[in-house]
C-alpha cells in the first residue's frame, strides 16, 4: 500500500457529535482532543511521518465566548497530555498558526513544549492553533518585506516559490499528500491553501471524536488506490 508520508486532518464535528448524544458541545472538544491522541499513535504504527491537525482557526474566536475559553481551557490540558506523549513516542510537536493571539500561558507552554520535543525522530506533529492560510501568508509577506527593509535580505531577492514556501509557518514540512475532513463538510476553511495545491482530499460523515484508527486506515487505502500520472515532484508514476 502507498502510505502518505504527510496527512493533514481537519477536525470538524465535535459539537454536532456531542448533541447527537444529548451532551454539551464541550464534551465532544473533550473527546475530541482524546481522539487526537489515539490517531497520532495510530498513523505512526501505520508508517506516516507527518501528521497535521487543524484544532482552532483565526476565525474560530467569534464563536460564543464560553465555547472559547473551555477550548482554551482543554488546549492548557492537552498540552501538558502532549509533553508526556511526546517524550514516551519521540514525537516532535510544532504549532502552526498566530501564537501572539493566545494567552501567556498557553504561549509558554507551547514553547515549551515545541523546544522540549524538537530533536525528537518519532511522528512530526503539527498543531494548528489560531491558525488561518491567509493570515499565513501575510505574515510571510510581512516578514519578507521587514527583512528587505532592515537589510537582512538584499533589495533584489528572487521571489520564489521555495522562498515563499520556507516563509510560511510549515517551513521545512513537506506538503500534505493526503487531507481529511471529517463530519461530512467539504471546504478547506481557510486551512493549508498554498501546501494542499497537489493533496489529495478525502472526506467522511464520520463525527471527528469518533473518527477511529479504521477509519484512519479507510482514508489511507481510498489514496492509496487512486491513480495518478504525475507525482508531487512532478516524476512520472504510471
Ligand atoms: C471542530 O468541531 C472543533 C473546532 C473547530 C474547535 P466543531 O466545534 O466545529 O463541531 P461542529 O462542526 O459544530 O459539529
Ligand atoms: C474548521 O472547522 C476549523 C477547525 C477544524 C479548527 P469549523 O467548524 O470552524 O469550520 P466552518 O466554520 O464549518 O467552515
Ligand atoms: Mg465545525
Known amino acids: 500500500m502507498n502510505i502518505p508520508e504527510h496527512v493533514a486532518i481537519i477536525l470538524d464535528g465535535n459539537g454536532r457529535w456531542a448533541k447527537s448524544k444529548g451532551m454539551p458541545r464541550t464534551y465532544?472538544?473533550?473527546?475530541?482532543?482524546?481522539?487526537?491522541?489515539?490517531?497520532?499513535?495510530?498513523?505512526?504504527?501505520?508508517?506516516?511521518?507527518?501528521?497535521?491537525?487543524?484544532?482552532?482557526?483565526?476565525?474560530?474566536?467569534?464563536?460564543?465566548?464560553?465555547?472559547?475559553?473551555?477550548?482554551?481551557?482543554?488546549?492548557?490540558?492537552?498540552?501538558?497530555?502532549?509533553?508526556?506523549?511526546?517524550?514516551?513516542?519521540?514525537?516532535?510537536?510544532?504549532?502552526?498558526?498566530?501564537?501572539?493571539?493566545?494567552?501567556?500561558?498557553?504561549?509558554?507552554?507551547?514553547?515549551?513544549?515545541?523546544e522540549f520535543s524538537r530533536d525528537f525522530d518519532g511522528l512530526s506533529f503539527q498543531i494548528a492553533l489560531n491558525y488561518g492560510s491567509r493570515d499565513e501568508i501575510r505574515r510571510a509577506v510581512d516578514s519578507v518585506l521587514r527583512e528587505i527593509k532592515s537589510g537582512v535580505l538584499p533589495e533584489d531577492t528572487e521571489i520564489t516559490e521555495e522562498f515563499i514556501s520556507s516563509h510560511l509557518d510549515t517551513a521545512g514540512i513537506p506538503d500534505p499528500d493526503l487531507l481529511i475532513r471529517t463530519s461530512g463538510e467539504e471546504r478547506l476553511s481557510n486551512f493549508l491553501l498554498w501546501q494542499c495545491a497537489y493533496t489529495e482530499f478525502y472526506f467522511t460523515d464520520v463525527h471527528w471524536p469518533a473518527f477511529s484508527e479504521e477509519e484512519l486506515m479507510r482514508a489511507v487505502e481510498d489514496y492509496s488506490s487512486r491513480q495518478r500520472r504525475y507525482g508531487k515532484t512532478g516524476e512520472q508514476v504510471l
Open 28 to 114: 465532544g472538544h473533550t473527546m475530541g482532543a482524546k481522539n487526537v491522541e489515539e490517531i497520532c499513535r495510530s498513523a505512526w504504527e501505520k508508517g506516516i511521518k507527518y501528521l497535521t491537525v487543524y484544532a482552532f482557526s483565526t476565525e474560530n474566536w467569534s464563536r460564543p465566548q464560553e465555547e472559547v475559553g473551555a477550548i482554551m481551557d482543554l488546549l492548557r490540558n492537552y498540552l501538558k497530555t502532549c509533553k508526556k506523549t511526546a517524550e514516551k513516542n519521540h514525537m516532535r510537536v510544532r504549532v502552526i498558526g498566530d501564537k501572539t493571539r493566545l494567552d501567556p500561558d498557553i504561549q509558554a507552554a507551547i514553547a515549551e513544549l515545541e
